[in-house]
């Protein structure tokens, strides 16, 4: 279960937080569901932001136009000063959120915690949060961003992979991946018609909030080539986080109450 969840919210951070709480004798079980649910995890998201304006028959002009209106009423504007740099590479910053995550991740509460990946990642928002302590700069530059994510995805994905594979036959079971879909399908239909009907969200941060709720980067880039702009982002940077850690922490709930 908690396997087939990561993979159909294609939560890296989720499937790490699994195998922790798993231990060692089932992370396989783990990645191997993961695995299965993964593929339509990604295919299912990308699919609904672009069917559900064809569906709709939606006006994407307008749509544009309340977009632009609601994202005009919750900008800010950035701080012009200049700030001290930890190092020229800023690996600092990474150094100082591990050793924050992992003491923060150790903390237990009748046997339950954030784990290390809960804890890296807590910090790791608050630390993008803020983008700052005082003047000294605590966030990266965007280019060692992008090198240390895809690094450290490539290392943790090969890593779950080989282990899983090995295991792949023992665990699979073809209605896993019936689960998986299920699972990536129902939560974007009542996220949407919540987000329609209760919420009264326009077209466009809606479906901007579900690609963050789903954890769906790929689903993004679609949704900005059929939405024409990337304004759509900001409704992704906003679920996002908090869909990260509810994975996280659910993950590690699954395993631990069932």
Known sequence: MAGLLSGALTSTPGLSAAKEAAGHELEDAVAVSS????IFGVIGVVLFVQLIPKMLKADMNKERELLKAASK?????????KLIEMDSFGFMPFAVAAVLG?????????NFS??????????CLIFGHFGRIGRINIMPKDSTLKVLREL?????????GVKGGAKFVEYFKPVYFVYGMIMTIVPMIIGFLFAKYVLKLNLLNNLGSITGGMTSTPALGTLITTAGTEDVASAYAATYPVALISVVLTEQLIIMLL
């Open 35 to 38: 695995g299965i649910a993964y």
């Open 73 to 81: 009423s919750n900008k800010k504007s950035g701080s012009s000063d």
């Open 102 to 110: 992992i003491i923060i991740g150790s903390f237990k509460f009748k």
């Open 114 to 123: 954030l784990s290390t990946t809960g804890g890296c990642l807590l910090v």
């Open 152 to 160: 450290g995805l490539m290392l943790f994905l090969i890593g779950s």
